[in-house]
């Protein structure tokens, strides 16, 4: 009872900005997401890493909701993201104008790169400010510009994706999402489609967004090295839980699980 007064002191502080409460999600008999519980703090980066249908992606596609969940909350800055506060107070299924607001706040980029090929590297990025923010037309293309070379690609705007290699179409998606202005920024496996040499000029943007935004970040990778030199925090994923989570030095320098330590092996082996 005596620690009621002291919440309101802790509550600003504590707010993450992606929390994930005993979420769990479905398809028919298999269970991809177990009761998942996950705090990502406002600016932090965070590596999920794991075998294969452990959960990593659908955890992205949720909180991007692409996928509905069967049981628990996932909240986006303090708000629910597919409920919301019903008239008694209770949450209830979000409107589409409730979760259209919500997924504002949240940018993905995919492993494919899912770009409009029939509309150039400027046109691609602009396109959704446009048609979802309302953004005038001059203003979106400022943005788009200011975008494109951010990530190295000032050269290319008229360029169409058949007209770029793999790692600019990608740097192209991170240029579109982040257009979007949003808190949180997704990565799904974008290297994943890239050569191993466009892998590093993908990574390298990521690096420096990190570095100069502060943006939420949450990266599913096959990237050890990278999740290591990137991450403020790594999730081991296994059956649909966080297995094992710690500091890159703490995961990879000394791994607490068996389980961990046979997949960092095997990871290791493979490359």
């Known amino acids: ?18 929390r994930f409460a005993g979420v769990t999600k479905r398809y028919g008999e298999l269970t991809v997401l177990d009761q998942l519980d996950l705090d990502v703090a406002p600016g932090e980066k965070v590596a999920i890493i794991g075998p294969s249908g452990s959960g990593k992606s659908t955890l992205l596609r949720v909180l991007m909701t692409l996928e509905d969940i069967d049981d628990g909350v996932i909240e986006v800055d303090g708000e629910p ?30 492993q494919s790169f899912n770009l409009f090929p029939h509309m150039d590297a400027l046109h691609n990025v602009m396109e959704a400010p446009v048609q979802v923010l309302g953004l005038p037309k001059a203003e979106a293309r400022e943005r788009a510009e200011e975008l494109l070379a951010m990530v190295g690609l000032q050269d290319k705007l008229e360029h169409f994706p058949a007209q770029l290699s793999g790692g600019q179409q990608q740097r192209v998606a991170i240029a579109r999402a982040l257009a979007m202005r949003p808190q949180v920024m997704l990565f799904d496996e974008v290297t994943s489609a890239l050569d191993p040499e466009l892998c590093g000029e993908v990574l390298n943007v990521i690096r420096r967004l990190g570095d100069a935004h502060n943006l939420t970040m949450l990266m599913v990778t096959h990237q050890m090295g990278f999740a290591r030199e990137f991450a403020d925090r790594v999730c081991f994923f296994h059956q649909g839980r966080i297995h094992e989570q710690g500091t890159p030095e703490a995961l990879f320098g000394d791994p607490q699980q068996e389980r961990t330590r046979e997949f960092l092996s095997a990871v290791n082996e493979a490359h």
């Open 81 to 110: 993201l597919t409920h919301m506060s019903g008239p008694d107070g209770a949450l209830v299924r979000a409107s589409s104008r409730h979760l259209r607001r919500m997924r504002g706040k949240v940018g993905m980029v995919f």
């Open 1 to 18: 009872m005596n620690t009621a007064p002291q919440m309101p002191l802790a509550a600003p502080a504590a707010q993450p900005m992606v």
